[in-house]
């Protein structure tokens, strides 16, 4: 009679489990494969000295994305650039970006000649974000892109000081300087945006670093562009160099194809390219 009971109990309780169990799958599903986009920011510096707080841009939580490491004008900082650098980021891509403890705009020490040691700046605050967010960047997929002495800078990570981590760059105008080997390593695809009214970076400047890549290559021209290309045109520049990282990035092929038709949508631009 006990064994009965007890069998009655187990058979009890098993159906107690089987009809519970859909209730379990109704659970909602784990916040983090929703988290949402946002910014976050590390105080990272480098060698003691020299000090990079970082601002991180981040698409929603998935799988690892690409990161795009972006360098700030002289007497600038990241946010000045936050229309483009958010476009970026909807788009899919981490976006980093650091304050260069000499040139931006509330700098202690003031130094422009600084940039020549912002390459290694560079590299040491890309190796930091990639240790701090494992599993949110695709350490395979890294690009630069830079304003004015952001992309000097810029030029310099794909020349002397030539960072091979990284696969592909945009220079929003930026020109050549003196470079030990200018231009070096594993080919990489560069964008340059340039403004054809651009009294700081001349049209010319800009070509003549241009014509020194022999590796895939395109020229975004903004005949009423000035300085701040990315402020003149924010839906050219962003649309255009958009398509070029899901190409150069992301191996799309179809945004490829449409960098040509975005840079000339709205009659303000136009694209002469190798790529």
């Known amino acids: 009679m006990l064994r009965r009971s007890l069998l009655a109990l187990v058979a009890t309780a098993g159906l107690a489990a089987c009809t519970s169990a859909p209730q379990k799958e109704e659970e909602p599903v784990p916040e983090k494969t929703t988290t949402p986009a946002g910014t976050t920011e590390f105080d990272l510096n480098r060698g003691g000295d020299r000090p990079l707080p970082t601002k991180v841009w981040l698409p929603a939580a998935g799988e690892a994305r690409p990161l795009i490491y972006f360098s700030h004008g002289l007497t600038s900082q990241p946010d000045d650039y936050a229309e483009l650098l958010t476009a970026w980021q909807a788009a899919g891509f981490v976006v980093a970006a650091p304050k260069y403890p000499h040139t931006w705009h509330e700098a202690p020490e003031y130094n422009a000649d600084d940039i020549v040691n912002q390459p290694a700046d560079a590299q040491f605050v890309i ?6 967010l494992p599993g949110r960047i695709d350490a395979n997929r890294i690009a630069a892109a830079g304003h004015s002495a952001g992309a000097i800078t810029t030029i310099g990570l794909f020349s002397g000081s030539r960072d091979e981590r990284l696969k592909a760059g945009v220079l929003i105008a930026g020109r050549q300087m003196p470079q030990p ?89 136009g694209l002469t390219s190798t790529f």
Do not use: C, I
Not at 209 to 228: C, D, M, R
Not at 251 to 265: C, H, I, T, V, Y
């Open 127 to 132: 190796t930091e974000v990639l240790k701090a």
């Open 181 to 269: 080997a200018p231009f070096s390593g594993t080919s990489a695809p560069l964008l340059f945006v340039q403004g054809k009214l651009d009294a700081t970076v001349t049209y010319e400047q800009a070509y003549g670093a241009y014509n020194e890549v022999s590796w895939p290559k395109g020229f975004l021209e903004l005949p009423q562009g000035t300085h701040l290309p990315h402020r003149d045109q924010p839906a050219v520049v962003a649309a255009t160099t958009t398509d070029f990282w899901h190409w150069t990035l992301d191996g799309d092929e179809a945004a490829k194809r449409k960098l040509p038709q975005d840079a000339s949508s709205t009659g303000v631009a």
